[in-house]
């Protein structure tokens, strides 16, 4: 690796899953504001739905999402009496005129769902909302809250894809992070999700934490790929204690170097590939085929706050604490807690809590951003043709970038700015160059790789 390219494995960047990034959201838009958008869905829209279950029976330390652990089922009752009011709300602003093109269950652990009512639940959204005739459900599993009635209730809401995290297989990473799972637990989910016909399913693994090396991550991929997913992610492990103070029980001794992470997650990637997944952005893979890969070869690849997706809807509906949506004017994010979240939420109302407007400069900088974390490319052509004037004064900063930058990030190949492969993993850093607002910004974000 070139020298000022190594320099850059420390580098603190976003993750780029929206343009603007959430640490830029305002007050200024309002419950108010998220109602007006709602209500300005035009007859025939597609969207998408995002259900966050902010709760977990166990507590990974590695973890930063919004959500929190409790051994007792009741607080999720009654969470679950404020998304369904919720859900009747966002529903009777929308439906007759949209109509649900995909839904995405995330957390938290969406699987600590008894499960009939995870039925329940599912039957809700389909009497709330209008669906197309092949709607995607999408579930992000924690093979420890599985048995038989709980694949049973997925199965019957309609899932098509079974997201699994496993992260590591080795038990003293595993113990670690607080996330003891074995092998075969995982293997017995993968099994049970396919005998019920879903067709699709992804193992997410990462890189970067405790007590892992190379060998141990090479040899967690080994058994993850015998496990045959249509899908895989390849995170980096985002180390963010000044964020979630319960990764504070990792101790930073355990972690492995900027260096050490670049080249686990280099092996790794070369492992995934090497049994014939295509590798799709930054780091997802897929077998060819496969949706997200034929988006990536047609360059209909798009990114949000799930990652890389072939869902090209305009809109994404959040639902829940925390939850972000995305609009044509703009981003807005609902209240974080669970308790104001449901106050909220009761009688018609509606938790959003902040958000921002996008501006002309800030869709053309998203655009470019997207592309670039998408396609490692954008075209000079199409942003003209796509933006206008707008595009232009991004066209000569590309150039600039192109021209001058020392560590050739980005080159001018044809009418294209690429990346070249060598700097690919460092593509986050290089779409930070287009970000309007990270100089401005206090936020502090993970490491680039």
Not at 206 to 218: D, M
Not at 241 to 246: E, Q
Not at 342 to 371: Q, Y
Request: aromatic letters at 10%.
């Amino acid at each position: 690796m070139r020298p000022e390219l190594a320099a850059r494995l420390g580098e603190n960047v976003p993750r780029y899953t929206s343009y603007p990034t959430a640490p830029h959201f305002h007050p200024g838009v309002d419950a108010a504001v998220y109602r007006g958008w709602l209500e300005a869905l035009e007859d025939g829209d597609e969207i998408s739905l995002y259900l966050h279950i902010p709760y977990c029976d166990r507590l990974c330390w590695f973890c930063a999402c919004h959500t929190k652990q409790t051994r007792h089922y009741e607080p999720v009752t009654t969470y679950l009496r404020s998304l369904y009011a919720e859900i009747a709300t966002v529903a009777g602003l929308v439906s007759g005129k949209a109509f649900v093109r995909a839904i995405h269950f995330g957390g938290g652990s969406p699987t600590m769902l008894k499960p009939e009512d995870m039925v329940a639940l599912g039957a809700f959204l389909r009497d709330s909302f209008d669906f197309v005739p092949d709607t995607k459900i999408s579930v992000e599993i924690d093979p420890n809250d599985m048995d038989g009635a709980h694949l049973d209730a997925l199965a019957e809401i309609g899932m098509t894809r079974a997201s699994l995290g496993v992260q590591d297989f080795d038990p003293k990473v595993q113990k670690a992070i607080n996330r003891e799972q074995s092998f075969l637990q995982t293997k017995a989910v993968v099994d049970g999700v396919r005998s019920r016909g879903v067709g699709s399913v992804n193992l997410d693994l990462l890189y970067g934490l405790p007590h892992q090396n190379r060998e141990s991550v090479c040899s967690t991929v080994a058994q993850a790929l015998a496990l045959e997913p249509d899908r895989m992610a390849l995170f980096g492990y985002a180390h963010v204690p000044w964020f979630k103070k319960h990764q504070t029980m990792i101790d930073d001794a355990w972690l492995p170097g900027p260096a050490e992470r670049f080249a686990q997650s280099q092996l790794a990637a070369r492992a995934i590939m090497d049994e014939g997944y295509e590798a799709i952005g930054l780091d997802h893979f897929a077998k060819p085929g496969d949706a997200l890969a034929v988006a990536a070869c047609t360059g209909t690849l798009h990114r949000n706050f799930q990652g890389y997706t072939e869902d090209r809807c305009q809109t994404l509906i959040g639902l829940g604490p925390s939850s972000i949506s995305h609009f044509r004017q703009g981003y807005v994010q609902n209240m974080p807690s669970t308790g104001e979240y449901g106050r909220m939420v009761a009688d018609g109302g509606l938790a959003a809590m902040r958000g921002i407007v996008l501006s002309d400069d800030d869709r053309v900088r998203g655009w470019i951003i997207e592309r670039l974390m998408c396609d490692f490319a954008f075209s000079a052509i199409d942003l003209v043709e796509s933006f206008g004037k707008a595009g232009q004064r991004l066209l000569l900063q590309a150039s600039s970038i192109a021209i001058h930058g020392p560590a050739r990030l980005l080159e001018l190949q044809g009418d294209s700015f690429v990346v070249p492969a060598e700097s690919r993993p460092f593509v986050r850093s290089i779409a930070v160059k287009f970000d309007r607002y990270f100089e401005s910004g206090t936020a502090r974000h993970s490491v680039a790789v």
